[in-house]
């Protein structure tokens, strides 16, 4: 996976080999940091875009809000600074991580003072299947995690936190340890959340279900697909549901920038879907990963008409 060669660092653009942080990193310590995961495509009628750029730069303002620090630049000038940064690698088509933690701050400590310096990077890298190719194609394999989505008040839930995602690091590590592509994360109650980096839609008798947002990120591409699910006529559901109601879906698939949509083969070792289809993508999901692929590629016109920034 190439890197950029460029990095946007408080401000300026400047060659990677040069940004470098310090030890007294207050984020490398406690995690107290946020960042966005966003994807640029070719596009049809030519050179790239960056899709749904300014609801993610929204978010990182969000995740820092909750995290009670002040963001050094606007959403404006982060989107700007995105585009630049895409420009300089020559990247028509990557992935995008924006991230802004506490830097060398004065205080080394768990209290980092009143006002503590927060530092802002714009990192590109060309990133493919996030579940494999195998995943993308046929379906990837998931179990249920024996690590469970932390309360709503230990994990702050709306915030893409550095810190909380150790927890998905450990369900990631544990599911592709167990010869899983993926691990599917509860709650205190026992109720599906979402993976360790995607959120969950199951299908069953045409209904779609996709779990509430209480104790989930609320994941950009998530409301993509709930907005072209609508659009496309079907009833879409946010409500809980439990590990056996999920066995017996017709067809289940994951979400996220960086997984965009997968399908998903099997969980728990039970193939999903019933008789000659068990075990393959289904239809809804089909049409919905073509159609994704074309609406990020500006090939799908009527959806999202401010959803794509040129590079
Ligand atoms: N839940 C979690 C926990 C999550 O990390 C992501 C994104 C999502 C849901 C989907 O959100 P959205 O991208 O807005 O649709 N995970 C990012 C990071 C993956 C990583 O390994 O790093 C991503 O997809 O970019």
Known sequence: MARGSKIWLNGKIVPAEEARISLFTHALHYGTGAF???RAYKQKKGGGAVFRLVEHMERLHESLKILNLTVPFSVEQLVKATTETCKANGFDECYIRPIAYI???PSLGVNPGANPIVDVAILNWEWGS???????HEGARLKISSFIRPHVNSAMTKGKITGQYVNSVLAKREAIAMGYDEGLLLDAEGYLTE???ENLFMIKNGVVKT???NSILNGITRQTVIEYLKHQGHEVQGA???RDELWCADEIFLT?????ITPV???DNRLIGKGAKAGKPGPITLKLKSDYAAIVRGDLPEYGKNWLTAI
């Open 36 to 38: 966005e995961g966003i």
């Open 103 to 105: 830097g060398d701050n």
């Open 130 to 136: 996030y579940l494999g190719d195998k995943g993308i």
């Open 195 to 197: 993976g360790s980096g």
């Open 211 to 213: 779990t509430p947002l």
């Open 240 to 242: 809980r549901f439990t």
């Open 256 to 260: 996220g920038t960086a997984a965009e």
């Open 265 to 267: 083969q099997e969980i």
